[in-house]
């Protein structure tokens, strides 16, 4: 092996291992905490549901950011489908 694939490997090991301690140092939670979703009677406060106080509170940037990422996926499929670099089109 070269030199650089031995700094590489003890690198990532060293990343393992500190990865690895933090994790096992943390107290986890053993009991189940329910995670509130949506709320029918919420008015998008803070305690209630995540999709509540998303929807409620930007709607507009939800539906905008949901084009964006449906654009950009339609982008990406288009530019794979390409077969010669450079050519435009199916």
Sequence with gaps: MRE???LVLA???ALFVIMSISFVGIPWPSELH????Y???ATAGPE??????LFLAFPITI????????SAMIG??????MDEPGK???
């Excluded at 329910?34 to 979703?37: G, L």
């Excluded at 209630?48 to 106080?53: K, M």
């Excluded at 539906?63 to 449906?70: A, M, S, T």
């Design 34 to 37: 329910e995670i509130p979703v």
């Design 63 to 70: 539906v905008l950011i949901g084009l964006l990422l449906g």
């Design 48 to 53: 209630d549901g995540i999709a509540n106080s």
């Design 4 to 6: 650089r694939d031995v």
């Design 11 to 13: 690198a990532v090991g």
């Design 39 to 41: 709320d029918d009677n």
């Design 76 to 81: 990406g499929i288009y530019l794979a489908k």
């Design 88 to 90: 435009v089109g199916p």
